[in-house]
């Protein structure tokens, strides 16, 4: 990932109203969500939410589908993911003390967006 992406997506992230957007649409999983149940979760007006799904969009961390009358907005997964290992790559030199629990804790969060969860192994 190049720098400049890099900078966009963590600029449109540091907002309180995106950043509440970002993490409600990752709760949902692929799925998303439609605008309206968005608005009503974050209780935020239909503007505001469609200026935070603009900027959003164009820094590529969520994509939106027509599904009949309404439009559903899902978190890009891949692109939350290239995001997490840009930042990480380089993990505090080698240094698996410091790196070990952020490494465990993206293995599970990678775990529960699964499309085998709940299935037997």
Same mark, same amino acid.
Do not use: W
């Given at each position: 990932?190049? @720098? @400049?992406?890099?900078?966009?997506?963590? @600029?449109?992230?540091?907002?309180?109203?995106?950043?509440?957007?970002?993490?409600?649409?990752?709760?949902?999983?692929? +799925?998303?969500?439609?605008?309206?149940?968005? %608005?009503?979760? *974050?209780?935020?007006?239909? /503007?505001?939410?469609?200026?935070?799904?603009?900027?959003?969009? /164009?820094?590529?961390?969520?994509? @939106?589908?027509? +599904?009949?009358? &309404?439009? *559903? $907005?899902?978190? +890009?997964?891949? %692109?939350?993911?290239?995001?997490?290992? $840009? *930042?990480?790559?380089?993990?505090?030199?080698?240094?698996?003390?410091?790196?070990?629990?952020?490494?465990?804790?993206?293995?599970?969060?990678?775990?529960?967006? &699964?499309? +085998?969860?709940?299935?037997? &192994?």
């Amino acid at each position: 990932m190049e @720098s @400049s992406l890099a900078i966009r997506r963590l @600029s449109a992230l540091a907002h309180e109203g995106r950043l509440a957007v970002v993490r409600l649409l990752i709760k949902a999983g692929p +799925d998303g969500l439609s605008a309206g149940e968005v %608005a009503r979760a *974050l209780q935020v007006t239909p /503007n505001t939410l469609s200026a935070q799904f603009t900027v959003l969009a /164009n820094a590529g961390l969520v994509v @939106s589908r027509r +599904d009949g009358r &309404s439009i *559903l $907005y899902a978190a +890009d997964f891949d %692109a939350m993911s290239g995001l997490l290992v $840009y *930042l990480m790559e380089d993990c505090c030199q080698g240094r698996r003390e410091v790196c070990a629990p952020l490494a465990e804790a993206a293995i599970r969060a990678a775990a529960c967006c &699964s499309p +085998d969860e709940g299935e037997p &192994s």
